[in-house]
């Protein structure tokens, strides 16, 4: 059982403590804790997360580089599961694969709010992979990741039959305890969140007739911010160990949840807001729920639980108590390199595009095009790119490709989970072998999908389009420092504070499953305390 909270930074767990008595406790309680656990890359989203957590693989080598990246070919930003081949883009194996060479009566089946997650999770051999479409207002799955084809249509039509939606029209997201904030968050009223609908209660919109399939303000898409979203998940994750009949023989089964709501929350009101709170108190009781029915399902001491999460999230420039961080808006940002390297190069397109942390430049050996007629050789592009870059008072550190082309340690660097780089400067700016940053930058990086430079940007700094809210993508600790405990019979409670990597949890499972993992992965399984 691998439950991902997307966006689960591992600092709710002892913020929000004294508030939680439910699953999260119980796991725990009841399950090794390992209270420094992180991603260890730098573009921390959720693809390559979840791509991470199922392989064993930093993205420069699942592939996975991020949620979308800019193909050279089309000229065209690329999602990371295309729609005709969905894992076109995963260059690895998956836990489930592992698992069905060992045993081909498992079963594996993903489930979660957002199709990216249930699919990567799901690999190339799962039974079942299901998602939440906020187009149909349902969950939905695609023939093309199911096995056999009639397997597919069976769990098409079984998913039309449920309806998760149309009970909670008209339905009220209010504070569990009622009115009044809670001294663990931010105020209600935080110029973080957007204007219309900031303050408690969030009341969703109401069916009248038809249910309007898409779009903001409709119901189908508006659950995802609520605590509501992942009870619909977690209710069909239940419905689905019946279906599947996961767990009901001697072999290994996997069931892999994505619960979506804290990331979707997250993105809106901040991880410091009266909502991520009451979120993490209903998420802890439902979790709570889902362990009891799963062990009424399954029976008790048969069930492997680990829970983690694919990356963390930044608090709100606006909440910074340095008043340092600042929103830094992509177009503004774009348009002023490309005004910098005409001033330097000239006329001409010399960025191609800018994707998170990638900049992808004209002349790119990358580029399958014969070579351009560029009046500058691409060696010149570059350097000139860097220099402008390190100029910019967002950018701390540029990192180009010739330094980005190895593999990243096996382990976390020692960036500590919060750390506080220098301002940038332009004798400062530049990365170097030294820079405790450059193995999650490698980590993130592969050639022909990610940029020609990457860059890191200020810490607590928000590079993106976002007016309101806040995100994520950065190699700094509350992007990547993430939520990890294992449950399994036998397995004495406990806590570890040893930094270990998110990559180890495949192979952890792994090992607890007595399936073998492949070699070659960077990290072995997680240590242990001996079973009782």
Known sequence: MLLVVDQMRADYLSRFSSRLSGGLVRLEQEGMVFEEAYQDYANTETAPGHASLITGLPPSRHGIVGN???????????????????????????????IKKESPASRVVAVSGKDRSAILMGGREADA?????????RFTTSDRLVRRARAAAEISGWLAGLDPVSKLSCAVWDRLDGPGDLPEAHPDDDACEPEN???????????????????????????????????MILDLAENAIDRFALGADDAPDLLAVGLSATDLIGHRYGPDSQEMLDQIRRLDRRVGLFLRRLEEKVGAGRSVVVLTSDHGIVSCPESDPRKLARRIFLKDFKQKLEAGMMQRLGPGRWIEAIEGNNIYLAGSPDDPRPARSLSVPYERIEREAAGQLSQDPAVVAVYPRSELGSLPSSRHSQVAPFSQPSRSSPSSSSSGADDPFLPLMRASWKAGRSGDLMIRIQEGWLLGELRTGTSHGTPYGYDTHVALIVRAPGL?????????????????????????????????PLLLPPSR
Request: glycine share 12%; aromatic share 12%; with cysteine.
């Open 68 to 98: 979308q990246w800019y193909d050279r070919s089309s000229h065209e930003t690329i999602y990371c599961i295309p729609p005709g081949e969905p894992l076109r883009y995963l260059d690895a194996s998956t836990l489930g694969e592992w």
């Open 492 to 524: 004495l409670p406990g806590r570890s504070s040893e930094h270990v990597s998110a990559f180890r949890v495949a192979p952890t499972i792994a090992r607890l499953l007595a399936v073998p993992f492949p070699a070659g992965l960077p990290s072995g």
């Open 197 to 231: 609908g900031r303050l408690f209660p969030h009341r969703l919109p109401c069916l009248g007739g038809l249910l309007r399939s898409k779009g903001p303000g409709s119901l189908a898409e508006e659950v995802g911010e609520t605590p509501y979203f992942d009870e």
């Open 129 to 137: 992979v299901l998602w939440y479409d906020p187009e149909k207002g």
